[in-house]
């Protein structure tokens, strides 16, 4: 997913480009966005159901074909379906069994009743609310760390800071987001997902932090629009091509940690609870990206660049201290092992121990 979202980012700034010194070439660029909506819900048509919904339905063997097509290349395949198949029953059977018990003392309709018990679940048990609390503190700070704040406005950042053309320039963030995103698929079981973040968040603070310094030597006018007049001062300087490489610098190390590490959320997560919470992390993520997006540009123009550059430096800071408080080493665990983890405490210690055993 993360892959594709970066891709699918660097060829919409390729489209952007070719259409900015076009006459109405904003229709385009907005026209054309409808065709990845058709793509995908063609896409849709042909997708099989999850197996949960199947086994719920009683239709166990197209359950165990889609599984045998998800893990057809792991080792022991046959093995991998018939467990994941009867852990998907087993809580399906503690939900039918808690289900019956609830009905027993009241008359809430099955699918309330259902949501109900999830929340509960997910709230309730210590594990889970752990869980829970890793998976929305990730996706928060992947936002607040305005990373977002490029991928809006960098075209405006760029126009400020004198560059001749801030589309192309902005393809540099893009490019680096995508390809950093790569070598992150690459590393990140390697690595470990903790360290991967432990080693790339003091980075995006650094990178930030030079960032703000170098705006405090540049009087860059800031409005909602782009500015009218470039500053003399900037042309002349070497301080946007400093800005503009630790631009890409933070965005190379947010694409290889926390840009990564948050949307492997569902690990966290026993399956009973795993949609819900998942749900929840996911909505933080998106709350945290509009809270970026509506403050970014007043932000720039009421505090200075300067400033807002240091807030989003102190939120990696405090981001990296939380990190390394709270967040355990999953690589390589597997989902019970992860469970486990988490039913008396953070299991920061215990995961390290077994990553480094392993």
């Keep these: 997913m993360c892959l594709l979202i970066t891709g699918g980012q660097v060829v919409a ?3 952007g480009w070719l259409f900015s010194q076009t006459t109405g070439g904003w229709r385009w660029i907005v026209g054309l966005g409808a065709a990845p909506a058709f793509l995908q819900f063609a896409v849709l048509l042909v997708l099989p159901e999850t ?3 199947l086994v719920q339905a009683g239709l166990d063997g197209q359950a165990e074909a889609v599984l045998a097509r998800i893990y057809q290349d792991c080792p022991n395949s046959d093995r991998v379906v018939h467990r994941v198949m009867q ?5 399906i059977d503690q939900e039918t069994l808690e289900l019956g018990q609830s009905k027993a003392h009241g008359s809430r309709p099955q699918w309330l009743h259902g949501a109900f018990q999830r929340a509960r679940d997910l709230v309730a048990n210590g594990g889970n609310r752990r869980a829970l609390t890793i998976a929305m503190m990730l996706q928060g700070f992947q936002q607040l760390c305005g990373f977002n704040s490029l991928m809006y406005f960098s075209g405006i950042i760029f126009s400020a800071l004198s560059f001749s053309s801030p589309t192309l320039t902005s393809l540099t963030v893009a490019v680096t987001n995508f390809l950093f995103t790569l070598a992150a698929f690459a590393l990140i079981d390697k690595v470990g997902r903790r360290r991967i973040l432990l080693y790339s968040i003091p980075v995006m ?3 930030l ?5 170098s705006f405090s030597s540049l009087n860059v006018p800031w409005d909602s629009q782009p500015p009218e007049h470039q500053d003399p001062a900037a042309q002349n300087s070497l301080y946007p091509l400093l800005i503009l490489f630790c631009l890409t610098v933070f965005t190379a190390a947010y694409a290889f ?4 590490v948050p949307w492997q959320q569902a690990e966290l997560f026993p399956l009973n609870v795993r949609s819900l919470g998942s749900g929840l992390a996911t909505a933080t993520n998106w709350g945290a990206n509009f809270l970026v997006g509506l403050t970014f540009l007043p932000m720039m123009h009421w505090l200075s660049p300067t400033w807002t550059f240091t807030i989003y ?5 405090v981001g990296w201290v939380i990190v390394r408080a709270i967040y355990p080493e999953m690589s390589g665990l597997g989902l019970e092992e992860v469970k ?3 039913v008396d405490g953070w299991g920061v210690e215990e995961s390290q121990r077994r990553h480094l055993a392993r």
């Design 340 to 342: 486990g983890l988490l």
């Design 209 to 213: 932090g030079l960032c703000a310094v």
């Design 205 to 207: 603070a650094l990178a």
């Design 313 to 317: 430096a102190v939120v990696c800071v």
């Design 257 to 260: 940690g926390l840009g990564n």
């Design 13 to 15: 700034y390729i489209i």
């Design 87 to 91: 852990d998907i029953r087993g809580e």
């Design 51 to 53: 197996p949960r919904w």
